[in-house]
């Protein structure tokens, strides 16, 4: 009250010249700050360019896209049988289960299966189910698969390109790819999924520094070479990342953002406080009964269990190469190191199980699958590397990590997935969210254990933006 009373003394001794001066500055102050919490900060990272082949770039770039065919050799198979034959294995602890990493007694039966009953060739035949194909782009030989829709009478092809992330593939995508190109609604999907450069069927880059920016670009170019303007974008792990630097490079291409991974928090101060009162009373931080159960215990799922995960990422981010050798010449050691991350990251509880639960939500089939595109083509080592070119310099202030996003976006929350990111937290990034789910079950690897569920999250996204669109 006293500080009250001496504003209006202060006011009131004031003559009308000094009165006017003080209205039109309050007015002035009060406008431009109207202004700067209104305005909406659209910021665009730059596009840039790349050359990762040695040597000079030429002067202008092959454009042609080459059909491609995945392919095998009685040779190939004998090789991988010989080294299954000639693995050496370390008996596991008593009743150690999945804690210590991949379970050597479930290990042998994954190995046994490969070697006797898993079938390649046959493999090789699903995996050409789809038309595969092969361009040059910034030097590099990218891989993708072009999937075009069945559609029906009045239907409208919508483009949308999937991008996958570590330690998957474009395979990822085979399950879910049905149930968006042969659809019953008011449109149908028109699928690319390319592989990350350094990932499967995609030619590695031959220079140091090639980032989620570069891969971005490149699949911008990938799309223009197919002769879409604008389309839709889906990602999760590296792939959420990839399509978020899309939507920051040219806004103008992405009609939609949906991601089943979520890379945004609150300002310092304000997730300290969220944090703080969050548990107790949600409603004041913005936070849901769900939020609340997939945050608390706060150390225990978002410390804990991150530092107990997270070890192959500071080796990743390091030394990959190191790693990547023994993993490059023992194939079941690259199976167990992939293996147990389709375990755990579908589920932290699958550590108690002696199986780790992987054929809980995957067949040894699809998931060995997985494992032949990186031993066939030798991509463990570039496909680690991409982490220590992301990683180098403070990661989470990249200017990609940081800016915020205005394109129409979608997020699906999957129960399982590493870290819990709240609505509230989105916003503070994404600042057009049309869809926010809590999926019902499902972790990491959306597209590959919940298809159905992904599918239809994606679709109803998709219904939103396209009934705001001007006919």
């Known amino acids: 009250m006293e500080t009250l009373e001496n504003m209006q003394k202060t006011i009131s001794s004031l003559d009308p010249c000094e009165l006017k001066v003080l209205l039109v500055t309050s007015v002035g102050i009060g406008g431009l700050l109207c202004y700067l919490a209104l305005r909406k900060k659209t910021k665009n990272i730059p596009v840039g360019d790349g050359w990762w082949r040695v040597g000079e770039k030429p002067l202008s770039e092959d454009r ?60 090789v035949t699903v995996l050409n189910k789809y038309p595969h194909f092969k361009t040059n782009i910034e030097g590099l030989d990218v891989h993708f698969i072009h999937v075009k829709p069945v559609q029906r009478a009045g239907q409208k092809v919508l483009p949308l390109m999937m991008v996958h992330g570590w ?18 609604g008011d449109f149908v999907f028109e699928v690319i999924c390319p592989s990350i450069p350094g ?38 792990d590296w792939g959420a990342f990839i399509t978020c630097s899309m939507a920051l490079m040219k806004p103008e291409c992405i009609r939609g953002l949906h991601l089943n991974m979520v890379n945004a928090k609150a300002g310092g101060a304000l997730s300290i406080i969220s944090l703080l009162v969050g548990r107790y009373l949600p409603f004041l931080v913005g936070f849901t009964r769900e939020d609340v159960c997939r945050i608390y215990p706060f150390m225990q799922k978002n410390v804990y269990e991150i530092l107990r995960e997270s070890g192959y990422m500071h080796i990743q981010a390091t030394k990959p190469d ?79 990590n940081t800016t915020k996003i205005h394109v129409p976006t979608g997020l699906a929350a999957f129960p399982h997935e590493l870290l819990h990111c ?42 939103k933006v396209e009934s705001k669109r001007p006919k």
């Not at 998957?168 to 659809?183: A, C, D, N």
């Not at 880059?205 to 989620?212: N, R, S």
């Not at 990683?391 to 200017?399: E, H, I, R, T, Y």
Request: negative net charge.
């Open 167 to 184: 330690p998957g593939s474009f395979y990822e995508f085979y399950r879910i790819l049905p149930l968006l190109t042969e659809t019953e």
């Open 422 to 463: 709240p609505r509230v937290w989105a916003r503070s990034r994404f600042t057009d969210i049309r869809s926010y789910t809590y999926m019902p079950r499902g972790g990491h690897f959306a597209a590959f254990e919940e298809p159905v569920l992904l599918a239809q999250d994606l679709i109803q996204f998709v219904k």
């Open 199 to 236: 990932y499967g069927y995609s030619e590695a880059p031959h220079k140091q520094g090639f980032t989620c920016l570069d891969a971005a670009r490149i699949f911008h170019k990938l799309m223009d070479r197919l002769d879409f303007s604008d389309y839709y974008v889906q990602g999760g």
């Open 322 to 400: 190191t790693a990547g050798c023994g993993l490059n010449n023992s194939p079941v050691g690259l199976a167990a190191y992939i293996l147990e991350k389709f375990s755990t990251w579908t589920d932290y509880k699958n550590r108690d199980l002696e199986d780790g639960g992987l054929e809980r939500k995957f067949s040894l089939d699809d998931l060995l699958t997985n494992i032949m595109i990186y031993w066939t083509t030798g991509s463990i080592i570039p496909s680690m590397r991409f982490y220590k070119e992301n990683m180098g310099a403070n990661f989470q202030k990249n200017m990609d």
């Open 64 to 123: 042609t896209i080459h059909p491609f065919v995945v392919e095998t050799s009685e040779e190939m198979i004998q090789d991988l049988h010989q080294r299954i034959d000639q693995t050496r294995y370390t008996e596991s602890l008593e009743d150690g289960r999945f804690h210590y990493g991949f379970n050597s007694a479930y290990l042998k039966k994954v190995a046994k299966y490969w070697r006797h009953e898993f079938d390649w060739e046959k493999q």
